[in-house]
């Protein structure tokens, strides 16, 4: 059989079938196809304008480091006029950090791009090795995870910058929408699926310029490029139904390659229907800055990114479902059976045990939306969840010292 | 009451609902008897039937002369001869029954619709199933339309599977051609489901009943946001009126037609009797949607003589195949398969699918919104302008009469 020839420029042999299309292309088509298609996403939502300073949260893992490289590339291309920096976060887990920091550190150097590191010490007083100390590894998660959510922005406050892209791909926004079906969270479906995340009272934009591109892609991108990246297993597992959405995306992917770009496109459908939910996204025409969504409650692209609860949350949520059902069934009193309809219809989502993990957060009253009283962060809670942890922590120190 | 109590008290398991029989079934992790599981889902099926009884005044007189009775409601079931839509069938025949053994007059008539997406004709295996069908429930009237007849108007000009071959007739079985497993369970869904819809219209019927569980809903949500339709979801799995239909598919019925049917008449008289150009809403209603499809399965089981007699056994072993290849399979299949899990050890996970979807809003129905050309639902005209030449996807020329697809079915049918 005759080697094919690359679908594209029909001159070169056809090394790599696209994981999203199975388009047949060679090397150097497929990169320019990928980054051209970073170009698209970028153009198409106006996500930067010229002289914007702009942080990519980079961790060293193969994502960010090719936001990185592509962001580089088009920025000189096309004359984006950024002004681009390296931004990573050092969670203050020895060990953890070291050989990941180091692969950032050569990319800065490769990307010639001043890094920025800044730790959770910083940021918050503690590093999570005194975290663990403290409240004892059990239910470490939640604070790495609540910690981790706000560490860019603050880390980008810090350095006097407005805006940070992320490495989230197309997989991850995927797994995000179908997470949020199963879990019945349309605020947050409708949340996730927006490219830009922040709104106007929030001090730092988050981005996600790669939200279109398949992870698969990303790798080969990384490999043909020859991208000095460190491949990390996360250390934990993903939550439950981040888990269960990531395995039947993968299915689904196998049935058919374009149903990842799919779902993504179904999310951000849905996101106009959800009530109440921004919908003046359609409004844009397609032409207009994408609509922005506040960034509290953004994808995480490893499972690590968000934080969990201990034990399974699936069968948290469904025992407690139940208990709902149960309630609704047994419910005399009328007015409050409205007042609860009339709640689930539109205007906020259940306080699920999966959303707050600890007793504490419970007892806060949720309000639509705001900011942290504390620390101005964009929190649904008159307390943002990272206070809510740091106040019980300084509790903890100070009976210690005591 | 004290009467049941001291029955509780002689019994090892009691019932929760009743405390005065044994429990012998699980349901939504309460020990049941089978009496009170069996009122559980007929319960959960006639509120829902009940809700579209109030939709539905009757409908106007079909004829001025000797038409049949008009104070009646005119349902359509489709029945695909799964568990699902047989238990629907018993359950609504049932409702039928009580009601008439309370010298009260049926609710409504049903007509019992099988689309066949087998062969050519009916085939008679299929025939004979539905003998048993009929045999069964002799009050309502059955029918098997060959789906490649249903929707042999539906004009699909559009569609690159039909429009490359221009000179030669177009198989009527076109949607078997399609390249992947995926895209032919997909077209041939919803052909079935628009030839349903049809098939409605021309049996002068208000509704369309479908047998979908909650599992089943859950399956069809996660599906159809896998394969890009999020814009059309709440159009598909909630209760209401469905987009209207195109003229095309909008058959003339046979004028007292052999097929043993009476009564029903092509011409509306509100339509003016202008030729079939009378476009009805027709409602979609899914009476078992709070019902888990697991819970359908036992129900079947339970009811005297099982429903399982009637159910085709070759239709339900298809689930027990092997996965030979992931080509063979659809995404349908894929989800049926991750809801058996789910549904296993988190129902209400399950159900929370549906009702979410519940709660999006229907959008893209106002005035001169175009319709996709081959599922129907309203275009996305927004979401079309921003994904437009997006992202390694091929865009699509288009050319003939059909009109537009949505996002999904051009996925569907590009190959
Ligand atoms: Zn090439
Ligand atoms: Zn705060
Ligand atoms: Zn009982
Ligand atoms: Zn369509």
């Not at chain 1, 953004?298 to 469904?318: H, I, L």
Request: aromatic share 6%; hydrophobic share 35%.
């Amino acid at each position: 059989m005759a080697p094919a020839l690359c679908a594209n420029c029909k001159t070169e042999r056809a090394l790599i079938k696209r994981p999203k299309n199975h388009a047949k292309l060679c090397k150097a088509c497929f990169i320019a196809v990928f980054e051209d298609e970073v170009h698209h996403t970028i153009t198409s939502s106006q996500l930067f304008y010229p002289g914007e300073k702009v942080a990519i949260g980079a961790s060293g893992g193969k994502d960010s480091t090719v936001l990185a490289s592509v962001l580089k590339t088009l920025n000189e291309r096309h004359g984006y006029g950024l002004d681009l920096v390296l931004l990573s976060i050092d969670e203050g887990i020895k060990g953890y950090r070291d050989d990941s920091l180091e692969t950032v550190k050569r990319n800065a150097a490769q990307y010639d791009m001043p890094l920025k590191v800044v730790g959770y010490e910083e940021l918050y007083g503690w590093t999570m090795d005194q975290v663990v100390e403290t409240i004892g590894k059990k239910g470490n998660c939640t604070y790495c995870g609540v910690f981790r959510r706000q560490a860019l922005d603050r880390g980008a406050k810090m350095l006097e910058i407005k805006h940070v892209v992320t490495g989230h791909n197309a997989d991850d926004v995927a797994e995000t929408v179908l997470m949020n079906l199963l879990r019945g969270d349309l605020a947050r479906l409708s949340r996730s699926t927006s490219i830009v995340t922040g709104d106007s009272r929030s001090e730092v934009k988050r981005s996600k310029p790669l939200k279109y591109s398949y992870e698969k892609e990303i790798v080969l991108y990384a490999h043909h490029k020859k991208l000095d990246y460190f491949s990390t297993e996360c250390i934990y597992s993903p939550e439950a139904f981040r888990g269960s959405a990531r395995g039947l995306i993968k299915q689904l992917e196998r049935v058919r390659p374009t149903a990842i770009l799919d779902i993504v496109r179904s999310g951000e459908d849905m996101a106009r229907l959800v009530p109440g939910e921004s919908p003046s996204s359609c409004a844009c025409k397609g032409q207009k800055r994408a609509a922005m969504a506040p960034a509290e409650d953004d994808v995480g692209g490893c499972g690590s990114q968000n934080g969990r609860t201990p034990g399974n949350e699936m069968a948290a949520m469904d025992k407690q479902l139940r208990e709902n059902e149960a309630n609704e069934g047994l419910e005399i009193d009328v007015g409050k059976a409205m007042s609860e309809s009339k709640m689930s219809g539109s205007e906020k989502q259940r306080d699920l045990p999966i959303r707050s993990g600890n007793g504490a957060s419970k007892a806060v009253p949720r309000q639509v939306r705001g900011n942290c009283k504390r620390c101005g962060y964009m929190s649904s809670q008159d307390i943002c969840q990272a206070c809510m942890l740091l106040e019980g922590l300084n509790k903890n120190r100070a009976q210690i010292q005591i | 009451m004290t009467e049941s109590n001291a029955a509780a008290g002689s019994l090892t398991r009691p019932c929760v609902k009743c405390r005065a029989q044994e429990a012998t079934l699980d349901s939504r992790s309460q020990p049941v008897c089978r009496d009170c599981f069996t009122k559980f889902i007929a319960t959960k099926c006639i509120k829902q039937v009940g809700i579209l009884g109030k939709e539905t005044r009757p409908p106007p007189p079909a004829t001025k002369t000797g038409g049949p009775p008009t104070d009646t409601r005119r349902y359509l079931l489709g029945l695909s001869l799964g568990v699902s839509s047989t238990a629907l069938l018993h359950l609504l025949n049932g409702n039928v029954e009580f009601q008439l053994s309370r010298g009260r007059s049926a609710p409504f008539d049903l007509i019992v619709i099988h689309i066949d997406a087998s062969g050519d004709d009916s085939s008679p295996d299929t025939e004979a199933i539905l003998a048993r069908y009929r045999a069964r429930y002799p009050r309502f009237t059955f029918h098997c339309v060959p789906l490649s007849s249903a929707v042999a108007n539906l004009d699909l000009s559009s569609l690159p599977i039909l429009s490359k071959e221009d000179e030669e007739p177009k198989d009527p079985h076109w949607w078997k051609t399609l390249p992947t497993a995926a895209s032919r369970t997909d077209v041939a869904r919803l052909l079935t489901r628009q030839a349903l819809l049809a098939q409605a219209v021309t049996h002068n019927c208000q509704a369309l009943l479908l047998g979908h569980s909650t599992t089943a809903l859950a399956e069809l949500t996660l599906a159809e946001a896998a394969k890009g339709r999020g814009f059309a979801l709440p159009w598909v799995v909630q209760d209401g009126f469905a987009p209207s239909l195109p003229s095309s598919l909008l058959l003339p019925v046979p004028h007292g037609g052999g097929d043993g049917e009476e009564g029903v008449t092509g011409d509306g008289e509100e339509g003016g009797g202008d030729d079939g150009e009378v476009i009805k809403e027709v409602l979609v209603y899914h009476p078992l949607r709070d019902a888990l499809r697991k819970e359908l399965v036992i129900y079947a089981g339970l009811v005297d003589p099982p429903l399982t007699e009637l159910i085709s056994n070759t239709r339900e072993n298809k689930d027990d195949r092997a996965v030979v290849s992931h080509k063979d399979l659809s995404i349908e299949e894929v989800m049926l398969r991750y809801f058996a899990e789910v549904e296993e050890s988190y129902p209400s996970v399950v159900a929370n699918v549906a009702r979410t979807t519940g709660k999006l809003v229907r959008a893209g129905e106002g005035p001169g919104g175009e319709r996709c050309g081959l599922c129907g639902m309203p275009l996305d005209e927004d979401g079309d302008q921003r994904w437009r030449g997006e992202l390694g996807i091929q865009e699509r020329s288009a050319a003939g009469t059909g009109g537009r697809l949505c996002y999904g079915c051009e996925r569907s049918t590009g190959g």
